[in-house]
């Protein structure tokens, strides 16, 4: 049996920025773009990895969720409270650079990690932490 990461999904609060992010600024492509019962879902993915997405989702994607499960989902969102992804990186000093430029919110530096990479992390729009690593040459 050969089982594969296909999709993660990251909750977003407003679709149009987490493409200037997403898209824009760590240059993943634009693989869908949906909208239904009012709500959007927007899939994006690394050229080099056709075959696993990363879909950008409303906070609480269910349209029968109570206003107070909104309400408590939004904040939990804009705290970052809501986990993110990490990336691979062939050059993470690089990376950061980029997307500090860009005017990414910076949460660490590029540090080398006493388990094996050099990472950052960064905020994205909606406040989803996200970290970039590269393996240590040894």
């Known amino acids: 049996m050969n089982i594969k990461l296909a999709q993660c999904f990251i909750a977003v609060d407003d679709h149009d920025k987490a493409l200037a992010f ?27 990895q056709p075959d696993v997405e990363i879909v ?21 969102l804009a705290k970052g409270l ?22 990414g919110e910076v949460l660490q530096e590029p540090i080398d990690q006493p388990y094996g990479v050099r990472d950052c992390a960064f905020r994205d729009p909606a406040g989803n932490m996200l ?6 040459k040894r």
């Open 56 to 76: 950008l989702e409303p906070p609480l994607a269910d349209r029968n969720a109570s206003p107070s499960d909104r309400q408590a989902m939004a904040e939990l």
């Open 131 to 136: 970290r970039f690593n590269e393996p240590r």
């Open 82 to 103: 809501l986990r993110g992804v990490i990336f691979s990186t062939d050059d993470v000093d690089a990376t950061f650079e980029r997307i500090r430029a860009a005017g």
């Open 22 to 48: 997403y898209r824009d600024v760590l240059g993943l492509e634009v693989r869908n773009d949906v909208g239904f019962e009012g709500m959007r879902w927007v899939t994006v993915g690394s050229p080099g």
